[in-house]
């Protein structure tokens, strides 16, 4: 048996019972990927994808590092100065492939640091959803991140997942008082930009309560600074990675923030101008309105306003449902990707906001009716989008 709604297991139940899980969703995404050529053509759309085929791998694997899986392999082999664009990626899961290259193939590393990584998000999600929820919501958040219309990221040559597993257990173990918490919330920021987001996630918590206790802001510093001095220093060292990246950046560019700077140069209209969240939806109606022809170009856009939507409407209707550092965190890593005014890869970044997930899995899980809808619909548009991914077709 592989249920995990028995509230009696312990740690290492559930852990075998996730690894279960997990191997179940991989099994049927390699499915997918044998199928995809039988119903569409390979047409490799990226830059430099001559790189992945000649990995020596056969393309059910290479193909699990398309598009930006590609940068991630460049930054590991060459780092950051013979090649443009790479610099938008941070760097501690390109370093992590690095470290370990010598042993195996590079794409290899890749697959093994996301899927473990996975592994690792699926055991501390669930234990902070059973916390915030229930146990049938626990279980609901593993089967809805796992069937997510973009889940077959978290598996691929991509950072989500490793930056999930370090949020998610770097929270858990802020709940369980661990020292440990603030090093992995800080280390997070080095894997994607959005864990600095966590910074005001979590200060507003402490503001939050503050003010419901009446306290001044000596007594704030006393009772919130001081009392998680070792949270504040672990976190202070895990944000050194961010820290010397951007320095780095500076060095060699003369833009600290060259990572944002670089991002007009991918196409798709991205702008590092600042550009508001009404402003961006506006464009991608527009587009949807105007572009032609129906493609699988088309469906991508179709996707990121779909999927843009649904989750601004689930962030809406969660506010209240979630504590207010959750909330905080996922409203931030919604808006920060729409900053450069387009939709373009949300169905992908939206995968980070888990608190969205674990308060959809407690709400279908009371809702029989929605949870076939939501399964049947989302497990559709997955095989699509996993078939489209591996046969080059951009998705997000």
Known sequence: M??????????????IRIILVWLGWRVLLQLLVWLAPLLLPYQPSFPYFQSVEESGLSRAIYSWANFDGVHYLTIARDGYLLINLVQ??????????????????????????SNF????????GFKLAKKMFSQSAAVHFVLVLLTFPTSFYLGSVYNESLFLMLVLAGWYYLIKKKTISGLLMGLSSGVRLVGLALVPAIFSRWILETKNQGL?????????????????????????????????LWQNYSDPFYFFSVQSRFG?????????????????????????????????????????????????????????EYAIFSLLAYLMPTFTGNLSSMPRYVLVMFPIFMWWGQIISTKPVWRVIYYSFSLVLLGINTMLFVQGYWVA
């Open 2 to 15: 592989i249920s995990l709604t028995d509230d009696s297991l312990t740690s290492k139940q559930i852990l």
């Open 216 to 248: 001044t802001f000596r007594q704030f510093v006393q009772k919130k600074i001081i009392n998680n001095l070792n949270f504040l220093i672990g976190l202070l060292v895990g944000l050194f990675v961010f820290g010397a990246f951007i320095y780095f």
């Open 88 to 113: 938008a990626f941070f760097p501690i899961y390109p370093l992590l492939i690095r470290l370990f290259s010598n042993y195996l193939n590079p794409i290899l590393i890749g697959l093994i640091i």
């Open 117 to 124: 990584s996975l592994i690792g998000t699926l055991f501390f």
């Open 268 to 324: 798709a209209g991205r702008q590092t101008n600042l550009i508001l969240l009404p402003q961006t939806f506006y464009r991608s109606i527009k587009i949807l309105l105007t572009a032609r022809p129906f493609d699988w170009k088309y469906f991508s856009y179709a996707q990121d306003l779909l999927l843009s939507t649904i989750f601004l409407a689930g962030l809406i209707a969660s506010w209240k449902k979630v504590k207010i």
